[in-house]
C-alpha cells in the first residue's frame, strides 16, 4: 500500500467513524410549564425528574444556573428540587431576572446547564435571560438549557418570545392557548425518565410543544393524555460538524 493510499484509507476510516457518530455541542430539553420544579407541586417525583434533566444537560456534578421567573410559589425552584439537585453532586446557582441581571449574571460560560423560561411580567413578553444570541451560543458550543413555558397569563406572547430560542432548534411553544395540562403519566423510555417511567409529573397548564421537523430537530419524547406535547429534547450538532465531513470526504475523493 504506498502512501496515498494509506493516506485515502485512514481518511476514509476516519469519516466513517465520524458519520457513525457526529460530533454534538450541547443539549436541550422544552417544558410545556415552569409549576413543575415550583414550591406550589414539586415532590420526589418532580425532583427526581430535575435530576435526571440536570444529569442530561449537565452531565454528573455539573454547574446549573436556575433563573426564576418570579419569586412566587408557583414560578420559584422548590426547596424539594434544589435539595435533590445538590444532593445529586450539582453545583446550583439560583438568581431572578431584574434590571440588574446582566450585571450580576455577564455570562453564561462559568456554568453548564441553565433553566429559564419568561420573566413573569403583565404579559409574559420579556425572556428572563439577557439574550437569545447569548443562549444560542451557549447552546451550540456545548452548553445545556432547560426551557419552560406555562408563566401566563398571555399563552400568544409568551410563545412568542420563547420561540425565538426554541424554533431554530426544530420545535415551538404553541401560541394558541394553554395546553389545560395539570398532571401527566409517564410512558417515555428516554433518559431523562429514569425510574420515572408509570409516575405521574405535576404541572399547572402550559404551553404545549409542536414539532417542527419530523426528520430532525427537537423530539417531542413525552405526551400528555389530551395529546399535547409536554416534553422534548435534542441533542445539538456542534457547529460546522456537516461542513467538516463534506471537507473531509472531498479530500477522500480526491486521493482515488
Known amino acids: ?4 493510499t494509506r493516506a485515502f484509507s485512514v481518511c476514509a476510516a476516519a469519516t466513517a467513524a ?12 422544552a ?18 425528574l430535575a435530576v435526571n434533566i440536570a444529569s442530561y444537560l449537565a452531565g454528573e456534578g455539573g454547574d446549573l444556573l436556575l433563573i426564576e421567573s418570579s419569586p412566587h410559589e408557583f414560578r420559584d425552584y422548590s426547596d424539594t428540587v434544589i435539595d435533590a439537585l445538590v444532593g445529586a453532586g450539582f ?48 447552546v451550540d458550543n456545548g452548553g445545556g438549557a432547560y ?10 406572547a409568551e410563545a412568542e418570545v420563547l420561540n425565538e430560542f426554541l424554533v431554530p432548534y426544530g420545535a415551538k411553544f404553541s ?4 395546553d389545560g395540562v395539570w398532571d401527566y403519566e409517564v410512558d417515555s423510555d428516554h433518559e431523562i425518565f429514569a425510574g420515572l417511567q408509570g409516575s405521574t409529573i405535576n404541572a399547572g397548564i402550559g404551553n404545549g410543544l409542536i414539532d417542527l421537523d419530523a426528520s430532525g430537530g427537537l423530539e417531542i419524547v413525552q405526551y400528555a393524555a389530551n395529546g399535547s406535547g409536554v416534553i422534548a429534547t435534542l441533542d445539538v450538532p456542534a457547529p460546522g460538524t456537516a461542513a467538516a465531513l463534506l471537507g473531509l470526504a472531498a479530500f477522500a475523493r480526491r486521493r482515488r
Not at 500500500?1 to 496515498?4: S, T
Not at 431584574?98 to 446547564?113: C, T, W
Not at 426551557?147 to 400568544?156: C, H, S
Request: glycine share 8%.
Open 1 to 4: 500500500m504506498n502512501q496515498a
Open 18 to 29: 465520524t458519520l457513525a457518530a457526529p460530533a454534538l455541542a450541547g443539549r436541550i430539553v
Open 31 to 48: 417544558s410545556h410549564d415552569v409549576n413543575t420544579f415550583s414550591s406550589s407541586i414539586a415532590s420526589r417525583n418532580e425532583a427526581q
Open 91 to 138: 453545583s446550583v446557582t439560583v438568581d431572578i431576572w431584574s434590571d440588574g441581571y446582566a450585571d450580576r449574571v455577564p455570562s453564561l460560560e462559568s456554568f453548564d446547564a441553565v433553566f429559564f423560561g419568561v420573566n413573569y411580567g403583565i404579559d409574559g413578553s420579556e425572556l428572563a435571560i439577557p439574550d437569545v444570541e447569548q443562549l444560542h451560543n451557549f
Open 147 to 156: 426551557v419552560f413555558g406555562g408563566n401566563g397569563p398571555n399563552a400568544a
Open 175 to 178: 401560541a394558541e392557548s394553554y
